[in-house]
């Protein structure tokens, strides 16, 4: 399995974002990882609105988060991210990230995606340019 390198997101918990134990609702480190998504294919050039131009969806197919510690109203989180790809299943890629407070490990967890266009029809990579592209900033 391939990986990319490192990337940092951060965000600070906003009012919103916790339950009425005061503690960040379980559901919204799923909006945090697509967040840390969302930057990390910015920085290397392919943010979401170029590939949606190009007709290029990438839509969750499986998740999963294993939650250690809470997080808290206006605390100032730290998300790292990596990108992987199994060279059988090209035309998927795994986001792995984990939370982080003050270098305290909160949760780690997974989303997998897999490229299609404008039907929901799963796309060969091989014969996408932009694709190729992406897959060389990413891993090479």
Do not use: W
């Amino acid at each position: 399995m391939k990986e990319s390198k490192e990337f940092k997101s951060q965000i600070r918990v906003i009012y919103a974002d916790i339950d009425k134990m005061g503690i960040v609702y379980y559901g919204k480190y799923f909006e945090y990882f697509e967040y840390a998504r969302g930057e990390a294919l910015r920085d290397i050039g392919f943010p979401y609105k170029l590939l949606e131009e190009n007709n290029l969806y990438l839509p969750v197919i499986e998740s999963h988060l294993e939650y250690f510690l809470p997080a808290k109203y206006d605390d100032f989180l730290t998300i790292h991210t990596k990108i992987y790809y199994d060279e059988n299943k090209r035309s998927r890629l795994k986001l792995q990230c984990e939370t982080y407070l003050n270098q305290k490990l909160l949760n780690r967890g997974y989303t997998i995606h897999v490229f299609v266009n404008e039907s929901a029809k799963p796309l060969r990579l091989k014969n996408n340019i932009l694709i190729k592209a992406l897959f060389e900033k990413l891993f090479n």
